[in-house]
């Protein structure tokens, strides 16, 4: 017996090969089962073949080494320590080593220390030449680590990348602390320059716990750009960002942020082609929960979609902010927000345009020669309580054009809002058929639909009336449309175009919309050949008839 293996013999079949032992010629032998367990132990020698017509055998060692686990450089009680949840043990250097011997590394499920973070550098750096990185992830993953004092650790950064592949992550910073925001744990960091690019990046979630931030995309480049970046999920539960794109991440997609505790839930500048959607939950005060900015020294900004809803009973800030950092010249343009916004106690303003100094610590209410330009605002807001849906803060030189349309009340609009923008915003409303006094009207409609438009400080009323049910007894006076959104200004009586139908009024041949100065009721002028003019009154429609009315007036708003 040798090392607890009997030593009598197995005989082999003739020609017959078991690792490295062989029956070569002749009759079957027998060879000791010590030498035989040896042969078997070593993965070398045993054959891997795949199943389907061309397979190629190679050993199970070579099949194994295909991916490259984080286990396979920890001592046992790492890994029992990560597969616990434990997370007592530093493993940051067996994954250094891993990550040496392969970009593209598989994590079983657990919970990976890293250990106290003293300085700002990065755990893992990848500076990849244009190579590819594969992080791969089996169940839950999560990194915990301790930042000390005022850095911000990068727990993985890359930088020269085509080609990322990264699984769903979990991070925290159990030392991380929302009272001091500019400081802890960034989960990935995303360095592009215009000499050392990352593009093509898939992260399927990141969920972070008490940190700087998920992830930071940085680097001022005018050429190559960090671009093609696709995330699936960013979960930020009580940290200073969702997301931090800084003069940089084009081409970005982001399935949904979904942000709680959160100061920012998405702040970028200097980037272009976002798609983003973004939930917040309860944000903590700061000058903007979604925060779209331009910096003098940096890029413009451009192509952003946002998708943005907001519920919140604690932040009485902005909800949304458009903000230049210094004179520049600079542009925040070509930029699409529908929102979704329920604050029962925002005192201020939902949306602000503004500008500050380049430092930020200084709010500049004059003249800026910076732009906003091709914003478009959609959506709903709550926000009872608020001064003002939406106001700009500061004077620019140049007026761009702003957007306004569903569920933004006009009459929240701070006034220098059309002062600073061509103001063009639309939406629809619902004309209803009355009259002075309306007595016993009845009306139901066959076609009831209404679209108005706001461009530079005129708004546009289009309708379409056609009644099926149009009867009376008592009532009498002027005929009227009522529900539009906006009063006219108070000296210009304007007139508009119309179709009818139903209306008979003696001498008269011709009908028009129109609004008198102050009001905001649609009345219909009566005209004709050698008769004064009259307005359309009860007894010139058709009780027991159909009623057509469809046209246009433009109003002037100022």
């Excluded at 003069?247 to 839930?265: F, H, M, P, Q």
């Excluded at 003002?388 to 054009?401: H, M, S």
Aim: hydrophobic share 40%; with cysteine; net charge negative.
């Amino acid at each position: 017996m040798s090392n607890g293996i009997p030593d009598f013999p197995v005989t082999l079949p003739a020609k017959s090969v078991v690792g490295r032992l062989a029956s070569t010629a002749g009759p079957a032998e027998a060879v000791p089962i010590a030498a035989l367990s040896s042969q078997l132990a070593d993965a070398s020698t045993i054959n891997f073949l795949q199943s389907g017509t061309g397979a190629v055998a190679r050993s199970v060692q070579s099949k194994e080494r295909d991916v490259v686990s984080a286990f396979d450089y920890m001592t046992a009680a790492q890994s029992a320590d990560v597969q616990s949840g434990a997370a007592t043990l530093n493993v940051s250097a067996a994954i250094v080593v891993a990550f040496a011997a392969s970009k593209h590394v598989r994590f079983p499920s657990g919970t990976y220390n890293l250990g106290t973070l003293a300085n700002s550098n990065a755990i893992f750096d990848f500076s990849l030449a244009g190579g590819k990185l594969t992080i791969e992830t089996e169940g839950f993953v999560k990194f915990v680590c301790a930042s000390s004092g005022a850095v911000t650790p990068k727990l993985f950064q890359i930088t020269d990348a085509a080609g990322v592949r990264i699984g769903a992550i979990h991070f925290q910073d159990t030392a991380y602390s929302v009272s001091t925001p500019n400081q802890g744990a960034i989960g990935i960091q995303i360095n592009s320059s215009d000499t050392l690019n990352v593009v093509d990046v898939e992260i399927d979630a990141l969920y972070a716990t008490n940190m700087l931030a998920p992830l930071l995309i940085v680097g001022t480049a005018t050429s190559l750009r960090a671009s093609g970046i696709e995330v699936g999920l960013i979960y930020a539960d009580t940290c200073t960002y969702g997301i931090n794109c800084q003069n940089n991440a084009d081409g970005l997609d982001i399935g949904l942020i979904y942000a709680t505790n959160v100061l920012r839930s998405y702040f970028v500048y200097g980037c272009r082609q976002h798609n983003v959607n973004i939930y917040s939950k309860t944000p903590q005060a700061s000058s903007a929960d979604c925060l779209l900015a331009a910096y003098s020294t940096g890029l413009d900004i451009s192509g952003i979609k946002i998708n943005y809803v907001h519920n919140s009973t604690v932040n009485a800030n902005v909800c949304i902010g458009f903000q230049f950092n210094g004179e520049g010249s600079k542009f925040i343009r070509g930029i699409d927000i529908n929102a979704s916004i329920d604050n029962t106690i925002n005192t201020v303003d939902a949306i602000l345009f503004r500008a500050y100094n380049l430092a930020g610590d200084t709010e500049n209410t004059g003249a800026t020669n910076n732009v906003f330009d091709d914003i478009s605002l959609n959506g709903r807001i709550l926000a009872a309580a608020a001064t003002n849906l939406v106001r700009i803060g500061c004077q620019p030189t140049t007026k761009g054009k702003l957007m306004i349309r569903d569920g933004f009340t006009l009459g929240k609009m701070h006034s220098t809002i059309r002062t600073w923008f061509n103001l063009g915003d639309y939406s629809t409303w619902l004309p209803v058929v009355t009259f002075a006094t309306p007595g016993d009207l009845n009306v139901v409609y066959a076609t009831q639909t209404g679209r108005w438009a706001r461009i530079d400080g005129v708004l546009h009323l289009w309708f379409e009336i056609v009644t099926s049910t149009f009867t009376f007894t008592t009532a009498v006076g002027a005929l009227q449309l009522t529900g539009q959104p906006a009063a006219g200004n108070s000296v210009e009586n304007v007139y508009g175009s119309l179709h009818f139908g139903g209306i008979t009024k003696a001498g008269f041949t011709q009908f028009t919309s129109r609004v008198l100065a102050g009001t905001s009721t649609i009345q219909f002028a009566a005209a004709g050949t050698g008769v004064g003019g009259g307005s359309v009154v009860a007894a010139d429609t058709p009780s027991a008839g159909t009623l057509v009315l469809i046209g246009h007036v433009a109003i002037p708003l100022t």
